[in-house]
Every structure is written in C-alpha cells, then in structure tokens.
C-alpha cells in the first residue's frame, strides 16, 4: 500500500520555524515531483513547493525566502522547512507526488495522484 504520511505540524509562534516531514512507504518515490500544498480554513487548497525529481525546489512567489523544500531519497522523505511564521501561514499542510513525466504545471493538485492525510500548521501568539 503506498502512503504518504506528513509529520512536524503544531502551534506556534510568530517568528517561530518549524520543520515538516513526509515519510513515502510502499514504493520509493525517487522518480516523482514532490510538492507541498496547504488549505488555510474557509480557503481552497493551494500550492507551495515542489521537488522535482532531479532534486530542484520550486516556490509559490508569496512563500519564496521563507520556506526551504528538500527532499532524502534514501530516507523516502520530503521536507518542508519555513521560517518566520506568520498567522497567514495557518494551513493544513499537505504532500503530494506524481510521476516526474508528467509535464503539466506542477502547481496543479489534480495532476498528483498520490496525497497525505495532512499536518496542522497554527501560527498564533
């Protein structure tokens, strides 16, 4: 059965960081793209980064500089570091991975065929 467990959420502070995790397990996933997206409450889901499969992050515009993706193949785990939370980042956060072949936008969540459960992310003081 192949799953993608996140881990790492929780309350914070503004100005806080924190380091999330998604664990693969069934299959190695070294030949996908690797994203994250988040949902904040009342809002659509929405994306953040991705890892393509050959190890090079991309950044929704409004979170470059403060998130940082990365990826351990050898671990089959997906990382999300973010520093300088703010309120606005009050998500749940969400892994998700798809084929590195498949070539269309890759901010695109329908284009991913395999999701996490999520880990609640809330920045308040």
């Known amino acids: 059965q192949v799953q993608l467990v996140e881990s790492g959420g929780g309350l914070v502070q503004p100005g806080d960081s924190l380091r999330l995790s998604c664990a693969g397990s069934?299959?190695?996933?070294?030949?996908?793209?690797m994203a994250w997206f988040r949902q904040a409450p009342g809002k659509e889901r929405e994306f953040v980064a991705v890892v393509k499969s050959e190890g090079i992050p991309y950044y929704k515009n409004s979170v470059q500089g403060r998130f940082a993706a990365s990826r351990d193949n050898a671990k089959n785990t997906l990382y999300l570091t973010v520093v300088n939370l703010q309120p606005e980042d009050t998500a749940v956060y969400y892994c998700?991975?798809?084929?590195?072949?498949?070539?269309?936008?890759?901010?695109?969540?329908?284009?991913?065929?395999?999701w996490g459960q999520g880990t609640q992310v809330t920045v308040s003081s």
């Open positions: 998700a991975s798809r084929p590195s072949y498949n070539t269309y936008n890759y901010a695109l969540e329908r284009t991913y065929d395999y």
């Open positions: 069934g299959r190695t996933f070294d030949n996908d793209d």
